[in-house]
């Protein structure tokens, strides 16, 4: 960007299309410049007194200009524009001086009516009169310069010069006049100016010569004084002045009126011009002009005139109210600002004087705020004690000031001042601890619960992050098995979980804000995992295996309630999901066995009798009281006979559906020899261990096969977790390398287990050798 400047002087009115000059040479620039960078010229104004001629390169007149319209009287007169080229930019500003001709003649007001004197042929020389003053709208040298009075014997001209440098003139009286030779001149008054065609202005004046009038009217004071009070009613009197003329007749007849003097007091009062009464005509107001003159002339019907001075003094009223001007104002204001800062500053003034114009200043209400002087007219707001933004977070101020009129006047003006945030407000929780649930097998991913904080703080310092802090679970990080949403609080699950690994989870979130530095606040959700119906009743006895099968021995002689055996199942879940109940689905005499629903005991339900086939077949299915319920099955075989032989016979058809039919023969042989042989062996070792326990007066046993629990027909849940009670009852299945065992009999029940090999014809029948087992059938067995 480059730039440069132009000053051209040119003389107003010039013609349309008037050269001014010749920028492209003024400027440096050639004509292709000019076209190729599209000049224009850019004005602020509306009125485009220049055009650019860009195919010359000149600058001509495109409106009328005229130095009086465009200024006034104020010189030098110019007015500036910009050039403005492109490619590359470039700005020039070219200013234009426009200079006075001489297009205004003087001009006299009322020019077409003349000024009428009257005069007394008897006035001494001397006497004065003040003539009207012509006005020429140019100025310097082409302003007025000059009074020329047309050539007369009585009067002379005498100019005089205004402060501001106007002038105005008198003609004075310079030889007495001769009604008789005279009795009416006419003059004129002639204003020349200093241009070039010079230019003049003219106006008539007719002089009448009275009658002798040898006495001029005469006031009784040369300076009347008065008060007035301000905002006075139009019309009101304020002031009789008095004039006298000696004079009888029509010369002492009078006549008052006022003549115009600095300032517009005679805009002010008016005068009865019989009674010389001075009334208020105008607004006065003390704030524009405390005090006025004008001056008052009296006229005779001889023309003579007296004059006298009224000042007035004006007295001021409380009618004005104080304005307040803010001149700083500081919101926000942060609320740990302390007692004692400022904020605003204001100016009150009242244009009144006096104690109208003392004030003072207060605030509307309680607010902790107070007002202090400090400069004249000024005064400070000031905090007067701490915020607390949580409490109110902002105050509307009302400060008024009133001053010591009578009425007293006041005004006031409203703040609205913001507190802005410290962060002084940790997040809160609604509780100390949280309880939560979730069901097991639960979807990874699954919302948990939702804690929520909130902080009395805003914006920033309010913006709550949630955070998991890093705890411990079964020596895993609490991160494994759940997360925490940071902005939402949302706690979901990270893996599916199992009630029977972990029943309850503990965590701690912290609620952290987003100031600097950050509070924060901890809180303790406790996870609790619910149990769902998702693990089957687990039977326990009679064991299913598939290499042999497991027979309970019935005597014929058993009578009703005969305790056959009993069906032991568990159910790892917990609560009504493990409470198991027994059912007898299928059997091959419905009539003959029931099971107890609550403890799962096979009963007779009758006498066994010599019709009931030895080879018994009893489906029982165990199910839980889960929604929806889980079951598990077990089949129990029961032999009822009185001797071994009459079982082998009867079971020999228990392996005939599991063998192949072919070598049927052979395995039923194979079959009894090892049944045999193991019966003698367990015999023997059975014989032998009771015989060590009367020496040594106690039992034990160690058996290879699972310890089976005997659940009691009334149970409760005590911990909530299983089915068991703390006393357990259990049944011991003995065998041949039974050897020292923690189990202690206070007395064992009378029964016979038959175990077969289905791949032989032999069985295996346990018998204890102790009278008072077999003659106690149901005693329980006692675990320590």
């Given at each position: 960007m480059v730039g440069g400047q132009i000053r051209y002087s040119i003389p107003e009115e010039m013609k349309k299309g008037s050269v001014i000059g010749n920028v492209a040479q003024d400027l440096g620039l050639d004509l292709k410049r000019l076209r190729s960078g599209r000049a224009r010229i850019v004005t602020g104004g509306n009125i485009h007194y220049t055009e650019l001629k860009t195919d010359k390169g000149i600058l001509v007149?495109?409106?009328r200009i005229d130095r009086e319209q465009l200024c006034g009287d104020v010189t030098p007169c110019s007015f500036s524009f910009e050039v403005i080229l492109e490619n590359p930019i470039e700005l020039h500003r070219i200013t234009v001086e426009v200079l006075d001709i001489n297009d205004h003649a003087p001009v006299f007001p009322n020019k077409d009516a003349p000024i009428s004197i009257e005069i007394s042929e008897s006035a001494?020389?001397?006497?004065?009169?003040?003539?009207?003053?012509?006005?020429?709208?140019?100025?310097?040298?082409?302003?007025?310069q000059d009074y020329v009075l047309s050539p007369n014997e009585n009067f002379i001209l005498k100019q005089h010069a205004n402060p501001d440098g106007s002038k105005y003139v008198e003609i004075v009286l310079e030889k007495p006049l001769d009604r008789e030779r005279h009795p009416q001149l006419s003059l004129k008054l002639i204003a020349v100016d200093g241009g070039t065609p010079q230019r003049s202005g003219t106006v008539n004046i007719d002089v009448t010569v009275l009658d002798a009038n040898d006495n001029a009217p005469a006031f009784n004071q040369s300076v009347y004084k008065a008060s007035v009070m301000e905002n006075t009613t139009k019309g009101t009197r304020i002031i009789t002045v008095n004039a006298t003329d000696a004079d009888s007749g029509l010369y002492g007849a009078?006549?008052?009126s006022l003549s115009k003097t600095k300032g517009n007091a005679v805009n002010m009062f008016s005068i009865d011009e019989h009674t010389g009464t001075v009334s208020v005509s105008g607004q006065i107001d003390y704030e524009k002009d405390r005090k006025y003159e004008v001056r008052v002339e009296a006229k005779d019907q001889g023309g003579l005139t007296g004059s006298s001075k009224i000042t007035f003094e004006v007295v001021d009223v409380n009618d004005n109210a104080p304005i307040i001007n803010i001149m700083s104002f500081s919101s926000p204001v942060s609320e740990d600002a302390p007692p004692g800062t400022t904020v605003a500053v204001l100016n009150i003034k009242d244009a009144d004087s006096e104690t109208n114009g003392e004030i003072k200043c207060y605030i509307d209400g309680k607010l902790p705020f107070k007002i202090e002087s400090s400069l004249t007219n000024y005064y400070n707001l000031i905090t007067d004690q701490h915020f607390d933004r949580e409490s109110v977070s902002d105050y509307n101020i009302t400060i008024t000031a009133s001053d010591l009129g009578s009425p007293p006047l006041s005004s006031s003006t409203k703040l609205h001042l913001k507190i802005s945030d410290v962060n002084d407000n940790a997040p809160i929780f609604n509780k100390n601890c949280y309880s939560a649930y979730i069901t097991e097998n639960n979807s990874p991913g699954f919302s948990i619960f939702a804690v929520s904080a909130r902080d009395s703080d805003w914006n920033q310092n309010a913006r709550i992050s949630y955070l998991l802090e890093d705890t411990q679970v079964s020596g895993s990080p609490i991160s494994t098995?759940?997360?925490?949403?940071?902005?939402?609080?949302?706690?979901?699950?990270?893996r599916s979980f199992d009630y029977e690994q972990i029943k309850q989870l503990q965590l701690v979130v912290k609620a952290q804000d987003g100031g600097s530095p950050p509070l924060s606040s901890n809180v303790t959700v406790k996870v609790q995992i619910q149990d769902q119906n998702d693990n089957p009743p687990q039977v326990l006895y009679p064991v299913q295996t598939g290499g042999s099968l497991v027979a309970e021995l019935v005597p014929r002689s058993a009578d009703v309630g005969y305790l056959v055996t009993k069906v032991v199942a568990v159910d790892v879940d917990s609560g009504q999901n493990a409470w198991l109940s027994y059912k007898l689905q299928?059997?091959?005499?419905?009539?003959?066995?029931?099971?107890?629903l609550q403890n799962g005991e096979i009963r007779t339900i009758r006498q066994v009798t010599d019709k009931d086939a030895v080879k018994q077949r009893l489906t029982v299915i165990v199910e839980d009281n889960g929604q929806p319920s889980r079951s598990a099955t077990v089949i129990v075989n029961v032999a009822v006979a009185d001797s071994f032989p009459e079982v082998l016979s009867e079971f020999t058809d228990f392996t005939q559906d599991k063998e192949y039919n072919d070598n049927l023969t052979f395995y039923l042989v194979l079959a009894l020899a090892v049944v045999s042989f193991l019966f003698i062996t367990c015999l023997v070792v059975i014989i032998s261990v009771k015989i060590y326990r009367w020496r040594q007066s106690r039992v034990t046993y160690h058996s290879n096969l699972p310890v089976i629990p005997y659940y009691p027909p009334r149970y409760s849940d005590t911990l909530g977790t299983g089915t068991l009670q703390h006393v357990y009852n259990y049944e011991v299945c003995r065998t041949t390398d039974s050897r020292k065992s923690d189990c202690k009999f206070g007395g064992v029940g009378s029964q016979n287990v038959l175990i077969m090999d289905p791949s032989s014809?032999?069985?295996?029948?346990?018998?204890?050798?102790?009278?008072?087992?077999?003659?106690?059938?149901d005693s329980p067995l006692e675990v320590s």
């Open positions: 007149v495109n409106e001494a020389g001397g006497v004065q009169f003040e003539l009207q003053s012509a006005e020429d709208l140019d100025v310097g040298q082409n302003a007025l009078i006549t008052y098995y759940v997360s925490l949403n940071s902005e939402t609080g949302v706690i979901s699950a990270v299928k059997a091959t005499d419905r009539a003959l066995f029931e099971v107890g014809t032999g069985t295996m029948q346990r018998i204890q050798s102790e009278k008072s087992i077999l003659d106690e059938p």
